[in-house]
């Protein structure tokens, strides 16, 4: 909405200007404007076209089908992608973070990755396709549900040679938390040298939570060492909602109008207030998105509001799931579709 806003109103700037250039007594300053202001228009309009055409290639319907072969998709008559020759990898772990579980196939020369949002593969599952990305472009052709994604792996590892295994009973759920990226509007605009290891730095975990039945578990990722372990009933957690102040957001990042009008938007954030006795308490927070672009989760409305502090840590999709059901936040969250 607000790049079709911004390249409409670019093509009316231009066109005005070129009126006003055809009229008798205009300095040259105006058709100068006028050929700056179309460039201007056509460049909106051409990064309008690339985000909406994104939008839409992520938002139609791909239909697959399991068979006694393989895959079948609805938008490829006519192939069958062979379980045979399948491969399991993860899907944005070179992101820090990973959004889930991809399934490499095969038709011939012809390729198609099937994403499983939010699935995990318990310990020891072979992952020997490489990791797709977590960013944009994401390289995927089609993503399912967690639970849809298993039901495919169940007809896969019968018919190929895929290696599934089932997470052990009763095994704590392992969720990784990892420096919030945007912390770096926090540090100064001078301080490149800390930037750039800050940045270095985002895609190894600072912390991770073993969620169990019994207990609650912050281990050091890096050592294994364990800092906490309490019942569940002595944590508890409150919704919060992160939105940059514009005064915050404009020096944030140098006084760019555009980088001011982007961070308003995406610089907002759910988070969570987590508070284990002995520790000091966590502001865990997730940026995971829909189709790239959208916010994937949101608090109600009755949530409180903040600006004066971001969440120091980030989880993927699958973890900030299962930690705002472990810590009773549920009520409080929604939710935007699924991709395809």
């Given at each position: 909405m607000v790049v079709g806003v911004l390249a409409f109103t670019g093509v009316l700037i231009a066109l005005w200007l070129g009126v006003q250039s055809l009229t008798n007594g205009r300095a040259e300053w105006v058709q100068a404007a006028a050929g700056n202001g179309f460039r201007i228009g056509c460049f909106i309009v051409l990064i309008g076209g690339a985000v909406a055409w994104y939008w839409w290639s992520r938002q139609r319907k791909i239909v697959v089908s399991v068979t006694s072969d393989g895959l079948t998709v609805n938008t490829r008559p006519g192939e069958v992608y062979s379980f045979g020759d399948a491969k399991l990898?993860?899907?944005g772990m070179s992101g820090g973070m990973t959004m889930g579980t991809a399934l490499?196939?095969?038709c011939g020369s012809r390729r198609f990755i099937l994403g499983?949002?939010?699935h995990r593969v318990a310990r020891g599952t072979r992952l020997d396709a490489p990791d797709v990305g977590y960013g944009l472009p994401v390289d995927i052709d089609a993503s399912?549900?967690?639970p849809e994604f298993e039901e495919i792996l169940a007809a896969a590892s019968g018919r190929g040679a895929l290696d599934v295994r089932?997470?052990?009973a009763g095994e704590p759920t392992h969720c990784l938390l990892f420096a919030n990226p945007l912390?770096?509007?926090e540090i100064g605009w001078?301080?490149?040298g800390k930037k750039k290891q800050f940045l270095e730095s985002i895609g190894q975990p600072r912390l991770a939570i073993d969620v169990g039945a019994e207990a609650i578990r912050v281990i050091d990722p890096n050592t294994n060492e364990?800092?906490?372990s309490v019942p569940p009933a002595q944590v508890t957690a409150a919704p919060v909602m992160y939105r940059p102040s514009t005064w915050h957001s404009f020096w944030a990042s140098g006084g760019s109008f555009l980088s001011d009008l982007l961070g308003n938007y995406w610089g907002k954030m759910p988070y969570m207030v987590v508070t284990v006795p002995g520790l000091q308490p966590l502001t865990i927070g997730c940026r995971d998105s829909v189709s790239g672009i959208n916010h994937r989760f949101w608090w109600s409305d009755d949530v409180p509001m903040r600006a004066d502090e971001r969440a120091h840590y980030v989880v993927s999709g699958a973890d900030w799931l299962t930690v705002v059901e472990k810590f009773g936040l549920a009520p409080h969250l929604k939710q935007k579709g699924v991709a395809h």
């Open positions: 990898g993860t899907w490499h196939l095969h499983g949002r939010d399912v549900s967690a089932e997470p052990a912390l770096v509007q001078f301080s490149m364990v800092i906490a």
